[in-house]
């Protein structure tokens, strides 16, 4: 492992929007999976800001923001205005709004807090042991938190479902069909059991029949996505071409490869962004300086994103077509050898051949304009067929 990896402290690249067809993930908080979990319309909480929750409709979460001054609620399930609403995720002052003495959590951990004096952060303390901080009481209470864990990653970390679900909705399990649960208003979970199913949508007890069960996977709610056993095993993040999974021994922690830099899946390291080959699916336009960029394609280069801010949408080249960065458009591979270099020295293209796609029968039908061609069809604008675009130079920070 050489340079260019630091601990990420850019938890928002975390949650992508679902251009790709992803699942929504904040660490190891699956907001999909929850989804599947709760009746349909429920709104859940962010474990990465207060300003936002997501909607559970019929096709999965939909990100939904409150107004400014207004935060989300797991008391009202709703968007509260900021000083009542006892959420305190990417909060820049999580004292706002709080009048007299108060303790409030640091998100991310289960056991620290901050003192808060009429409104002002007057600092950082920690519960003693495995103790941890309950935001209802404010105070120190048995627990079982592992700081060992929570101090070695900026990752969100979701440590109870309650810190999710509004207080008295009832929803499902993931693993157990009978189950159902709801969270108290102190945050508490409350379970029990159905004889043979939970029908989440009609909030019953009931059989196994049509779609009741089919939230049921072998994954835990909010636990399972980051469990892992080999110390020291690494895993790309199937979103986020700069990220990285490092497994502890009990869970994957995440990591960030430096700026421009991309965690390359076979080479098991951070490489340049252009040079590195990431997992197939990530999102490319992490670090993109340019609109159009190459989705990872191994076999025929040809598909490529459209890029806005951050978003990933996926397009493809006509037939015999690749697409290429440096040109912003798709071009013919008709010209070998320039394809030959361009693979060669594009990650995103590593091992692509022109002849991985099927050639049209009838001949003569190409036009004799060289250089890069518009891309066929889609709701989204497509690369231009003039000289390409010089790069600006300015390079977008994405935490900015
Ligand atoms: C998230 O949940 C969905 C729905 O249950 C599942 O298909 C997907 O594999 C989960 N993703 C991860 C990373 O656990
Ligand atoms: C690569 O691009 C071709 C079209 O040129 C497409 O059919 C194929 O599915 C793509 N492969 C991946 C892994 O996206
Ligand atoms: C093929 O591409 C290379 C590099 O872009 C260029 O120098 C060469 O003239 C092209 N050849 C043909 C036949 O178009």
Redesign the pocket.
Known sequence: MTTGKFLSAAILCLVLGTALGDDVLEGNYNVTAFCTAVKTGTNLGSIVSCDYYYVCTSTGPVKTSCTSGYAFSLATGSCTPVGQANCYYGLENPCLGKTGQSWVPVTGTCNQYYYCLDGVNKGQGSCKGTQSFDKISQQCVYGNCNPALVDSSDEPSLQSVCEVVPAGKYFGDTINCQKWNYCQADGTLQTSDCTTAYDVQNNVCGFDTGNVCSRVTETELGTASLECTTKGAMKPNDNVCGSYYVCNGNSLVSYDCAYGYYFDDTKNDCLPRKTATPVTGCNRCQFATTTWVNAVNSTSCGTYYYCNNGKATLQTCQEDYYFNEAQQGCVPT??E??FN?YVSSNGACAGATVNSSPTEANGGSTTAE?GATTAEGGATPAPTTETPEPTTGTTKNPNA
């Open positions: 008709a010209n050898s320039a270099t060289g």
